[in-house]
């Protein structure tokens, strides 16, 4: 799977450590969810990528793999493994955050959901934070464009860094924040790829995902697939 990488200007070597510094929370910007719960029994696996171009430096990239479950009709829970790489160094780490809906299209228009992850470093833990808790509204439709079901969400991200590290080289040294402007396109009844785009302060990046959901039984005992089928059409 090969992430969208926006490229990001020229730099010097006297600039390396700060460009690094101010790239560092876009590596955590995305959230790859729409505002839409999975429903209560639903299970999930993510895949997901994403990389920003730097010039003379390389790509430096955040990849993680992300189980989730549906505890009720309104919250999803989520754990993840992931890799950071920043100039050849590699920091792992593990999280796990929720999705909690906040409203529903059927009353609102669109559905709404508050997105919360609290990301702990494995490794190099003098260069992160303690806890980087990423938090993000995000707002949600299902449409058909040219024949083709997908689903549009956007909003907003604030990480924030709790327990500051001297040489907070992985994560922010200070609360960051940043756009959301993506795409869930569903491939198959269980299958679904996400496009993310994250516009930050003075930088940007883009990133990618594909979700396998776990088909679920019925109360009669019948298969079906989970919440990324074809979305209907828009109402």
Not at 7 to 29: D, E, F, K, M, W
């Amino acid at each position: 799977m090969s992430p969208s990488v926006p490229r990001v200007g020229q730099t010097s070597g006297v600039h390396i450590a700060q460009l690094c510094l101010s790239l560092a929370p876009l590596l955590n910007a995305h959230v790859l969810i729409s505002g839409e719960n999975s429903g209560k029994g639903s299970r999930s696996v993510m895949v997901a990528a994403n990389a920003i171009q730097v010039d003379g430096l390389g790509v430096l990239s955040n990849n993680w793999l992300q189980y989730g479950v549906g505890i009720n009709g309104r919250i999803d829970g989520f754990i993840a493994y992931g890799n950071i790489a920043i100039l050849g160094r590699l920091q792992s780490y593990a999280s796990f955050g929720s999705n909690i809906g906040l409203l529903r299209r059927l009353r609102a228009g669109l559905d709404v959901a508050l997105y919360n992850n609290a990301t702990i470093a494995m490794n190099h833990r003098q260069q992160a934070c303690a806890v980087l808790l990423i938090s993000a509204v995000v707002a949600s439709k299902p449409i058909q464009a040219g024949g083709h079901n997908l689903t549009l969400y956007g909003g907003a991200t604030r990480q924030t860094p709790i327990g500051r590290a001297a040489d907070a080289f992985f994560t922010p040294a200070s609360p960051a924040y940043a756009g959301i402007v993506g795409a869930s396109v569903p491939i198959s009844g269980n299958i679904a790829l996400f496009f993310e785009y994250n516009p930050g302060g003075t930088q940007h990046s883009g990133g990618v995902g594909i979700l396998y959901a776990f088909p679920r039984e019925t109360n009669t005992g019948d298969r079906v697939g989970g919440k990324d089928t074809p979305a209907p059409p828009a109402k």
